[in-house]
């Protein structure tokens, strides 16, 4: 293996221009680490907010992105007993110096698994959020349970079309707000309504439900309260988030934050359902390593229909 790879690098805060393809050094697996020969890397609207600075102190300069990874083990680091070289793996890595938007790169062997028998690696590395954050939401947050009333925002995109399946997998009634376009694509993963959010205000079309995951943020924060049954939780995970614990309290309602934490026992699960054909992830298009910022522009046009994931 040649010492040297390419890897998007960013020095600078900023738009999809400040992603460089450079050359690097490959990265030594510390302990409790592997060394991943990267076969695909998603792309999330963190990844964009990451980039522009607007958190500057969870990013340390200069770093390569990407937390979505699927790759093949090269070495593993001291301690690692789970996993050897040549196995499929898949993740959802923290926030580093190194990410995932690589040829290769170094990850905790804690926060993967192996990857789901029945996916290449190029789609298996678009699950690890959005499958994390929508089995945090709906079955450690909300603990949706049979009979529930389930409304998701923005349900055609990454976090929600895996919400979707996954709240119908539960028991719920489920309700997606997303174009019409998409409306077809949500009756077939198990929505049993579908709103058109660009000409319909949801409130007017939603009787009460008992949980709301927004991932759109914004205004929907505080509008998606009104469709909320007396005690009902409304979960944020947007990157914009509209609302809080307070304006939810004062009207006898529940909210709450969703992050989705590296877990490589939360994969195993997510790899059952795959595996089992009752879980997919969509993947709308790929992209070569080298064109990260067209990638970026893309997913920041928040248009995309499942993921977007980085090729090597």
Same mark, same amino acid.
């Given at each position: 293996?040649?010492?040297?790879?390419?890897?998007?690098?960013?020095?600078?805060?900023?738009?999809?221009?400040?992603?460089?393809?450079?050359?690097?050094?490959?990265?030594?697996?510390?302990?409790?680490?592997?060394?991943?020969?990267?076969?695909?890397?998603?792309?999330?609207?963190?990844?964009?907010?990451?980039?522009?600075?607007?958190?500057?102190?969870?990013?340390?300069?200069?770093?390569?992105?990407?937390?979505?990874?699927?790759?093949?083990?090269?070495?593993?680091?001291?301690?690692?007993?789970?996993?050897?070289?040549?196995?499929?793996?898949?993740?959802?890595?923290?926030?580093?110096?190194?990410?995932?938007?690589?040829?290769?790169?170094?990850?905790?062997?804690?926060?993967? =698994?192996?990857? &789901?028998?029945? #996916? @290449?690696?190029?789609?298996? *590395?678009?699950?690890?959020?959005? %499958? !994390?954050? +929508?089995?945090?939401?709906?079955?450690?947050?909300?603990?949706?349970?049979?009979?529930?009333?389930?409304?998701?925002?923005?349900?055609?995109?990454?976090?929600?079309?895996?919400?979707?399946?996954?709240?119908?997998?539960?028991?719920?009634?489920?309700?997606?707000?997303?174009?019409?376009?998409?409306?077809?694509?949500?009756?077939?993963?198990?929505?049993?309504?579908?709103?058109?959010?660009?000409?319909?205000?949801?409130?007017?079309?939603?009787?009460?439900?008992?949980?709301?995951?927004?991932?759109?943020?914004? =205004?929907?924060? &505080?509008?998606? #309260? @009104?469709?909320?049954?007396? *005690?009902?939780?409304?979960?944020? %995970? !947007?990157? +914009?988030?509209?609302?809080?614990?307070?304006?939810?309290?004062?009207?006898?309602?529940?909210?709450?934050?969703?992050?989705?934490?590296?877990?490589?026992?939360?994969?195993?699960?997510?790899?059952?359902?795959?595996?089992?054909?009752?879980?997919?992830?969509?993947?709308?298009?790929?992209?070569?390593?080298?064109?990260?910022?067209?990638?970026?522009?893309?997913?920041?046009?928040?248009?995309?229909?499942?993921?977007?994931?980085?090729?090597?």
């Amino acid at each position: 293996m040649s010492a040297r790879m390419h890897a998007v690098v960013q020095s600078v805060f900023g738009g999809p221009e400040t992603l460089e393809y450079a050359e690097t050094g490959v990265p030594e697996p510390g302990p409790g680490q592997v060394l991943l020969r990267v076969a695909g890397a998603g792309i999330n609207p963190g990844d964009a907010v990451l980039r522009s600075g607007r958190v500057p102190e969870l990013v340390e300069l200069p770093w390569t992105p990407g937390n979505d990874v699927a790759g093949v083990v090269e070495r593993v680091g001291e301690g690692v007993t789970r996993f050897a070289p040549g196995d499929e793996v898949y993740g959802l890595m923290p926030v580093s110096r190194r990410g995932a938007y690589a040829e290769f790169t170094a990850a905790p062997a804690e926060a993967l =698994a192996f990857a &789901p028998k029945n #996916l @290449d690696l190029v789609h298996a *590395g678009a699950v690890p959020l959005v %499958a !994390s954050t +929508a089995w945090q939401a709906l079955t450690v947050l909300a603990r949706v349970r049979p009979g529930d009333r389930v409304l998701i925002h923005a349900a055609a995109g990454g976090v929600g079309h895996v919400a979707v399946q996954l709240a119908k997998e539960l028991g719920a009634h489920v309700i997606g707000t997303a174009r019409a376009a998409n409306h077809d694509l949500l009756r077939g993963l198990g929505a049993d309504e579908a709103i058109d959010h660009t000409t319909t205000d949801f409130r007017t079309a939603v009787a009460p439900v008992d949980m709301v995951l927004d991932l759109v943020g914004g =205004a929907y924060g &505080p509008r998606s #309260l @009104d469709v909320l049954r007396p *005690g009902g939780l409304l979960v944020g %995970a !947007s990157i +914009a988030p509209g609302t809080d614990e307070r304006r939810a309290a004062e009207r006898g309602l529940r909210y709450v934050w969703v992050t989705a934490a590296p877990s490589g026992e939360v994969l195993d699960r997510i790899t059952e359902r795959i595996e089992a054909g009752r879980l997919r992830v969509l993947v709308q298009d790929t992209y070569p390593l080298s064109e990260a910022a067209e990638a970026h522009r893309a997913i920041e046009a928040r248009r995309t229909t499942g993921k977007l994931v980085l090729v090597p």
